[in-house]
């Protein structure tokens, strides 16, 4: 995303032909997997060149264009629903960036409908 250098971008870590039981992965919480693979920001780098533009110069405010889809018009407590969700879910795009970036979903409720 572009949000921090390459030096602080941890190892990604995948899991290939995953195996679990509803019983295993809901109940147990386990899974199992065949393969751990690793990945380093550098194998990344050395595929695909290094990010343009890079963290100093990147995209950190985001607008989203939210769509609420349906065959009735909403009342006023479900636009109230929808946009606190879509509140919610800015305060948790920061929170997930570390403050670094942020997201705009606008006021649903006052939106054109």
């Keep these: 995303m ?9 190892d990604i870590i995948l899991f290939k032909n995953i195996e679990a ?11 199992y997997a065949k393969e751990k693979i690793i990945v380093k920001i550098s194998d990344i780098i050395d595929k ?3 990010r343009v533009p890079n963290e100093l ?3 950190k405010s985001f607008n989203i264009l939210t769509l609420i ?3 009735k018009d909403l009342t006023d407590e479900e636009w109230e629903y ?4 879509a509140k919610g879910f800015e305060k948790d795009f920061t929170w997930a960036t570390y403050g670094k970036a942020k ?6 409720k006052d939106s054109i409908r």
Excluded: H
């Design 69 to 71: 889809i349906t065959d």
């Design 82 to 85: 929808y946009d606190s969700q």
């Design 48 to 50: 695909l060149g290094p």
């Design 21 to 31: 039981t509803a019983k295993d992965f809901m109940v147990d919480t386990k899974w």
């Design 103 to 108: 997201v705009d979903l606008g006021n649903l």
């Design 57 to 59: 110069n990147s995209q």
């Design 2 to 10: 572009g949000l921090i250098p390459p030096e602080q971008v941890e």
